[in-house]
């Protein structure tokens, strides 16, 4: 089974980013190979992570180096998706 | 039997949490609805200089957490659930939510706003890629990029100023209505090298490619600016789509209609904060919550 890596993009102000961690928290819990980080876009290096990928908006999923989600609502289905897309590569 | 709290309150913004600090703290059994968002709208707030009791300022989401904290403190119980509706059954107010139904003695509602889309070809279909409703949450991603802000109220004044720390170049476009006030930061605003003032326009349209290009103008001789983002940061309107179902009585564009003590047309349902679009500043939210909760203690007190 492949490692996954999801990016999880927010800042202090994102009013959805609560609820954009909580959906993503649930979707990953239990699910092994999977490579969680969160990135601060407040911070100078979070910021840079997400201009690099050509980021616009938080909150938003980057899986395995590429955006897949971005602003509010997510779906879970589409998470799961995007998951097992990354497991079949 | 299921329970029955003093105050339920439906929102967890500047009214909602003020409203829970005040009916927790007199010992009321206090219920707090919310949707994940505690501290509303001001937490969008990067700076906030205006608030009473500190003076230096602080961040929208500091302010939220001391309220937070307080409410908490003081007993009232939180709990994350969509709202589903609202109904009055007399002497009981009952609020269905996705996981249940919760019963009041009094509700306050301090559901806040949503944003004001534009709906213009190119708004759907480039959110995210461009198009942003909150300048302070995604301004940081348009570094050294061209953005144009469109709004009139007092966030699209101070959000445009605060872009022009960021952004190469801002096109701020207060729409064809005009300024809502004339804020002291309009000046500042014109007066920055970094910042054309597009008067008497408003945008007809974005397009791009894969992100935003370009958008197009209305109003005079200009036809459209390249930019590679667009704030769109109207005024707000309120969320409260559950409120005619349950009788309550709005105006025309959807403000809760409240008498002085905060009370809707429904004795012992009480609005307070941006739903009833009065003020749109925390201060006033946080004096229509502690208003609401005082008229929601009277009224229990009545009935007993």
Same mark, same amino acid.
């Given at each position: 089974?492949?490692?996954?890596?999801?990016?999880?993009?927010?800042?202090?102000?994102?009013?959805?980013?609560?609820?954009?961690?909580?959906?993503?928290?649930?979707?990953?819990?239990?699910?092994?190979?999977?490579?969680?980080?969160?990135?601060?876009?407040?911070?100078?290096?979070?910021?840079?992570?997400?201009?690099?990928?050509?980021?616009?908006?938080?909150?938003?999923?980057?899986?395995?180096?590429?955006?897949?989600?971005?602003?509010?609502? !997510?779906?879970?289905?589409?998470?799961?998706? !995007?998951?097992?897309?990354?497991?079949?590569? | 039997? =299921?329970?029955?709290?003093? %105050?339920?309150?439906?929102?967890?913004?500047?009214?909602?949490?003020?409203?829970?600090?005040?009916?927790?703290?007199?010992?009321?059994?206090?219920?707090?609805?919310?949707?994940?968002?505690?501290?509303?709208?001001?937490?969008?707030?990067?700076?906030?200089?205006?608030?009473? &009791?500190?003076?230096? /300022?602080?961040?929208?989401?500091?302010?939220?957490?001391?309220?937070?904290?307080?409410?908490? #403190?003081?007993?009232?119980?939180? +709990?994350?659930?969509?709202?589903? &509706?609202?109904?009055?059954?007399?002497?009981?107010?009952?609020?269905?939510?996705?996981?249940?139904?919760?019963?009041? +003695?009094?509700?306050?509602?301090?559901?806040?706003?949503?944003?004001?889309?534009?709906?213009?070809?190119?708004?759907?279909?480039?959110?995210?890629?461009?198009?942003?409703?909150?300048?302070?949450?995604?301004?940081?991603?348009?570094?050294?990029?061209?953005?144009?802000?469109? &709004?009139? /109220?007092?966030?699209?004044?101070?959000?445009?100023?605060?872009?022009? $720390?960021?952004?190469?170049? %801002?096109?701020?476009?207060?729409?064809?209505?005009?300024?809502?006030?004339?804020?002291?930061?309009? =000046?500042?605003?014109?007066?920055?090298?970094?910042?054309? %003032?597009?008067?008497?326009?408003?945008?007809? =349209?974005?397009?791009?490619?894969?992100?935003?290009?370009?958008? #197009?103008?209305?109003?005079? $001789?200009? =036809?459209?600016?390249? *930019?590679?983002?667009?704030?769109?940061?109207?005024?707000?309107?309120?969320?409260?789509?559950?409120?005619?179902?349950?009788?309550?009585?709005?105006?025309?564009?959807?403000?809760?209609? %409240?008498?002085?003590?905060?009370?809707?047309?429904?004795?012992?349902?009480?609005?307070? /904060?941006?739903?009833?679009?009065?003020?749109?500043?925390? *201060?006033?939210?946080?004096?229509?919550?502690? #208003?609401?909760?005082?008229?929601?203690?009277?009224?229990?007190? #009545?009935?007993?």
């Amino acid at each position: 089974m492949n490692l996954v890596v999801i990016e999880y993009f927010y800042n202090s102000v994102c009013p959805y980013c609560p609820a954009a961690k909580s959906l993503i928290t649930k979707v990953v819990e239990g699910l092994k190979n999977i490579e969680f980080v969160e990135v601060n876009t407040y911070t100078e290096e979070g910021i840079k992570r997400g201009i690099f990928l050509n980021l616009m908006a938080v909150p938003a999923i980057a899986i395995d180096g590429i955006v897949k989600m971005t602003g509010w609502p !997510f779906e879970a289905d589409d998470l799961i998706n !995007f998951i097992d897309e990354a497991r079949n590569i | 039997m =299921e329970k029955i709290w003093d %105050v339920i309150v439906v929102g967890a913004g500047p009214a909602g949490l003020t409203a829970g600090i005040y009916t927790s703290r007199h010992a009321h059994t206090t219920l707090l609805l919310h949707s994940g968002k505690i501290g509303g709208r001001a937490l969008e707030a990067h700076r906030i200089e205006n608030y009473p &009791g500190f003076p230096d /300022g602080l961040t929208g989401p500091k302010l939220m957490k001391f309220f937070h904290d307080q409410a908490i #403190k003081f007993g009232t119980e939180f +709990k994350q659930e969509t709202v589903i &509706g609202i109904s009055d059954a007399g002497d009981y107010k009952i609020v269905s939510t996705r996981s249940g139904y919760h019963q009041g +003695k009094t509700l306050i509602i301090a559901t806040g706003t949503q944003r004001k889309q534009l709906n213009i070809p190119g708004e759907t279909d480039f959110k995210g890629r461009g198009v942003s409703y909150c300048a302070t949450c995604d301004g940081p991603f348009f570094r050294d990029k061209t953005v144009a802000v469109l &709004g009139s /109220g007092y966030e699209a004044v101070v959000d445009a100023l605060s872009l022009t $720390d960021i952004a190469m170049k %801002v096109y701020y476009i207060p729409g064809r209505k005009g300024y809502s006030e004339k804020y002291p930061e309009l =000046e500042q605003l014109k007066a920055n090298p970094k910042v054309e %003032v597009l008067e008497g326009y408003d945008i007809a =349209e974005i397009s791009g490619e894969e992100v935003v290009k370009k958008i #197009k103008l209305i109003g005079g $001789d200009r =036809e459209q600016v390249d *930019v590679d983002g667009v704030f769109i940061l109207l005024e707000h309107i309120s969320t409260s789509g559950i409120l005619s179902d349950a009788g309550i009585t709005t105006d025309e564009i959807g403000c809760i209609n %409240v008498d002085r003590a905060q009370m809707t047309n429904l004795p012992g349902i009480y609005a307070a /904060g941006d739903c009833t679009c009065m003020g749109w500043q925390i *201060v006033t939210a946080a004096g229509e919550g502690a #208003k609401a909760a005082l008229a929601a203690m009277k009224y229990i007190k #009545k009935k007993e």
